[in-house]
């Protein structure tokens, strides 16, 4: 069982700007009766699969969902994402993957987030989107004076299709808005905000700011309704993510300290210990055996 990229750029270390959105990679890979792409991590960004032909599934925040051509899902940022092939109808899909720290996309993604945090939820068609993938792809297969300039505009494009199709507002902070609801639906929400921003929280009290709450009482409530103090589930879920990262083995063990935020090496490595009784590098060594 095998894969065969048609096209395949990434850009993932230098994460280039397009205009508003910086691409990580986007691709076309086809694929073999029953191949899999292995569950790995995303980092700081969402990911479209456009199936263009055959069937398959695409794993996401731990659910299953079925998918056939002319199908996109839409991964979130921090999920843990695979893909497997039909045994029978293999799959040939396009992949974009990217984020935008620009203002005119950033509150307006943070919302589709929360408004659609089940996986089931992000399985979708668009004509429109599926055109201005294949239009991408087919520029990346040459070389064209007004290339860039022709994805940064496609990029946006895709953009502005996926949150038109999500009907997704762009003003308002969704945490705040949950504030007023039951403290179980809070509290799913503060989760899933956590899940989605692995990499970007600085401290939790950013979290009560952003409820309007102090973090006693926050971290209080979450703690009788879920039953673990908030700081044990992102430490959970942090740690959860390492050991993922550890496994892809992309990056090396001072990229995901760095990106866990950690001030050295020395104190991720400790801290993963601590948790887990052995280091990081001999959790490798362990797993890559198995």
Not at 20 to 33: D, F, S, V
Not at 168 to 197: A, F, M, W
Not at 243 to 255: A, G, R, T
Request: aromatic residues 14%; neutral net charge; proline residues 2%.
């Amino acid at each position: 069982m095998a894969a065969k990229h048609i096209v395949d750029f990434v850009s993932y270390r230098e994460r280039e700007l397009y205009g508003k959105i910086n691409l990580i990679q986007i691709g076309r890979l086809a694929c073999e009766a029953g191949y899999k792409v292995g569950l790995h991590t995303h980092l700081n960004w969402f990911e479209l699969t456009c199936v263009v032909e055959g069937e398959g599934e695409v794993i996401g925040a731990g659910k299953k969902i079925s998918v056939k051509k002319g199908d996109i899902f839409l991964s979130f940022p921090c999920e843990k994402h695979a893909i497997n092939s039909s045994d029978t109808h293999p799959l040939t899909f396009d992949h974009f993957a990217f984020y935008s720290e620009h203002p005119d996309y950033g509150q307006a993604f943070e919302r589709l987030m929360a408004n659609y945090a089940s996986p089931e939820k992000r399985l979708f068609r668009s004509y429109r989107i599926r055109e201005l993938l294949d239009g991408c792809i087919n520029e990346l297969t040459g070389s064209t004076d007004y290339q860039k300039d022709f994805l940064s505009a496609s990029f946006a494009l895709i953009c502005l299709e996926l949150l038109k199709n999500f009907d997704v507002k762009r003003k308002g902070n969704y945490i705040s808005d949950e504030v007023n609801q039951s403290p179980d639906k809070l509290c799913e929400t503060i989760k899933h905000y956590i899940d989605t921003h692995l990499f970007s929280i600085d401290s939790l009290s950013e979290i009560s700011s952003l409820c309007g709450y102090n973090y006693s009482y926050l971290s209080y409530l979450f703690k009788k309704v879920t039953g673990t103090t908030l700081s044990d589930y992102y430490k959970q879920r942090r740690f959860e993510s390492a050991k993922l990262m550890i496994n892809e083995n992309k990056l090396k063990i001072s990229e995901i300290s760095n990106l866990l935020g950690y001030n050295s090496v020395y104190a991720f490595s400790k801290a993963f210990k601590d948790e887990f009784g052995v280091s990081p590098k001999n959790y490798y060594k362990a797993a890559s055996r198995r």
